[in-house]
């Protein structure tokens, strides 16, 4: 990813004349060539509908600012239509000799036959509302966001260990998952005022649904708001004065299991002749089937028609009963969506996934539906149901190995022994891999070459979550700000934690769900992390390319790297460098890797060098930094 431009094509308007196409529509799509590569004497786009091979010639549209354009119309045949480019090159040595021909696809530009799963791809399926990919979102764990007036006066059940709002978290078992704070929803509504400022505008909820934990995984019922946490009124109160702002609220559904308490597994229980047996997974001694064998919660069975119509399917299912009146809920995020409906040789996971979206879609159309998917979401991410997935790596993971420098601090385990290993997502071989912005680079484009580029726009951007460690905790010096800027920078949908903006730390999933500080607000080093994460917000909001642009790497080493969000009204260059502190980083680059108009560059962001030669662009930067500029858009012919 350094020296020549190559051809380039991606999902945005740019390229692609809408992403909301219908079945028989015609949509015209354009490749850019940089004007020095090698001559081409015809350009053709290889579609697959029914996964039989589609030729559509494209024509010469010009040159503009170095680049000559091609475009092509294609009949999208398909829900997920498929398509490449094929490039013929004019170089074959003399008669019945073949031309050199490279295929261009989301992986990049190669020779040789290439995959169907590396396509371009146009989606039928009904598309997310735009403000799904216009927002920045923020997860909330109730319990511990921010306790209203009510909060001290409800009764404790008999689960809860009840603690003071500054006592440490307590990350050993059954403190783990019953240490009560006692946040509430009205507690997030009295705050909303942080949040509109910080410039947030969905507020995703753990669950709010009654349990045995502070978490609420859980759950002991799906048709109630947990008492503790104000009931349905509150949940009301909180949809109605967000929407009053302009933001939207989803919620958080396990489809995979509930808890042992829900109703409906007691009812199982108690009777096999139950239609709510049905709904779980029995064998003939009367055992049965749970989430990574954990028996407080007993998995779904989602063979059965019962459950079905009970939970996900049609307007009196629960997945329904939240969106409508008078809750109003915007959307979903779906707990261990990639284990829902699969076990063993069961995998009914594409169907659970097609009946929830054919009810949102239903009872609220402009509603968003995203995964959780921790590992290798890809297979999942068709477009024929999630907008999006909560998905670590292709970019958090990436992320922590590149900019992370842990100290091996001590911490405890559920099980209260000692760790001095850091938390990595589980992975048994112990502490944070060490990776560079090259890892970090390769992994974006592996993980996100397989996906529709509008499922990519949807696709959730966490430093970190509710089930991780804190990015911050481990992070090199100087490179939060590198973080937060990328989270903010690349397509997808930033999503921050609870508490990031504060700079809250944790070692594990458990510790990082500490009680916000709303007290330090006014505090130095707290003020600094809130204007970070304040101003790099509205950085995002300010600019549309951000949002849904195009996307182009200039530049990336060991150290560094260097992209372009591209559209007709203007383009951003985006610099995250790493060096150590006291180190100098810099890269010179050719600037016909730029679009033109490089003279035109302004600073939105950070204090990077940005030099401009006549045919060098030169970056520097004075240890870890992150900086943006603008320039024009990009010229099509």
């Known amino acids: 990813m350094t020296g020549h431009p190559l051809p380039h094509h991606d999902g945005s308007p740019l390229y692609v004349s809408t992403q909301t196409p219908q079945l028989g529509e015609r949509v015209s799509l354009r490749l850019r060539v940089p004007a020095g590569y090698p001559a081409l004497r015809e350009v ?282 008078p809750f109003n809920l915007d959307g979903w995020r779906i707990d261990v969506a990639n284990m829902t409906g699969r076990l063993g040789e069961v995998d009914l996971n594409a169907e659970v996934r097609q009946i929830l979206r054919r009810t949102m879609e239903q009872v609220k159309p402009d509603s968003i539906l995203l995964a959780e998917s921790t590992n290798d979401a890809t297979s999942d991410l068709t477009g024929d149901a999630w907008h999006g997935a909560m998905t670590y790596p292709s970019f958090t993971r990436p992320l922590w190995s590149w900019l992370s420098a842990p100290e091996g601090a001590p911490y405890l385990n559920a099980q209260g022994n000692q760790e001095t290993v850091p938390w990595f997502f589980g992975q048994p071989a112990g502490g944070i891999p060490q990776g560079s912005a090259r890892d970090f680079a390769a992994a974006v484009d592996r993980f996100n070459a397989p996906i529709p580029w509008r499922i990519r726009l949807g696709n959730m951007l966490p430093l970190d979550t509710h089930d991780t460690a804190r990015f911050a905790h481990n992070a090199g010096a100087g490179t939060v700000p590198i973080a937060v800027g990328l989270q903010m920078t690349l397509p997808g949908l930033p999503t921050l934690f609870a508490g990031d903006e504060f700079g809250l730390t944790g070692a594990d999933g458990e510790i990082s769900r500490t009680p916000i500080p709303w007290d330090s607000r006014e505090e130095p080093v707290t003020v600094q992390r809130l204007g970070l994460y304040q101003e790099l917000i509205a950085l995002r909001r300010q600019h549309a390319v951000l949002r849904t642009g195009g996307m182009r790497w200039l530049y990336v080493d060991e150290q560094a790297v260097v992209f372009l969000r591209e559209s007709t009204q203007e383009t951003l260059l985006v610099l995250a460098a790493a060096p150590a502190a006291d180190q100098q980083w810099r890269a010179e680059l050719p600037s016909a890797l730029l679009s033109g108009g490089a003279q035109d560059a302004r600073p939105l962001f950070g204090n990077a060098e940005l030099g401009l030669g006549a045919d060098v662009l030169t970056l520097g930067s004075q240890g870890p930094g992150f900086a943006v500029w603008r320039l024009p858009g990009v010229v099509v012919p």
């Open 44 to 325: 053709i786009i290889r579609s697959n509908p029914d996964h039989e091979p589609h030729w559509n010639t494209a024509r010469r549209l010009g040159r503009t600012a170095g680049w000559d354009w091609w475009q092509a119309e294609i009949t999208v045949a398909n829900p997920g239509h498929g398509y490449r480019w094929m490039l013929i090159h004019d170089d074959a040595p003399g008669p019945g000799s073949a031309p050199t021909i490279e295929w261009v696809n989301q992986a990049g530009t190669h020779r040789g036959e290439v995959l169907d799963s590396y396509d371009f791809r146009l989606l039928s399926h009904p598309a997310p509302p735009q403000w799904l990919t216009d927002s920045v979102m923020y997860q909330i764990f109730p319990d511990r966001f921010a306790r209203s007036a009510e909060a001290a006066s409800r009764s404790l059940p008999e689960w809860a260990q009840p603690a003071s709002w500054a006592d440490p978290v307590d990350p050993v078992m059954p403190a783990r998952v019953c240490q009560f704070y006692g946040g509430d929803l009205d507690g997030i509504t009295d705050r909303l005022d942080h949040l509109d400022w910080l410039g947030v505008q969905i507020l995703y909820l753990t669950p709010f649904f009654p349990g045995a934990s502070n978490h609420r995984y859980d759950a002991s019922s799906f048709t109630a708001v947990d008492p503790l946490l104000g009931g349905e009124e509150a949940l009301i109160r909180l949809v109605e004065a967000a929407h009053a702002r302009g933001m939207k609220v989803i919620g958080d559904l396990t489809t995979n299991h509930s808890g042992d308490r829900h109703e409906w597994f007691q009812r199982a229980l108690a009777d096999p002749d139950s239609p709510e047996r049905s709904y779980y997974y029995f064998d003939a001694q009367g055992s049965y089937e749970s989430w990574l064998g954990t028996a407080t919660l007993p998995k779904f069975n989602w063979a059965s028609q019962e459950l079905r119509e009970a939970f996900i399917e049609g307007p009196d299912s629960v997945v329904a009963h939240w969106l409508k009146p």
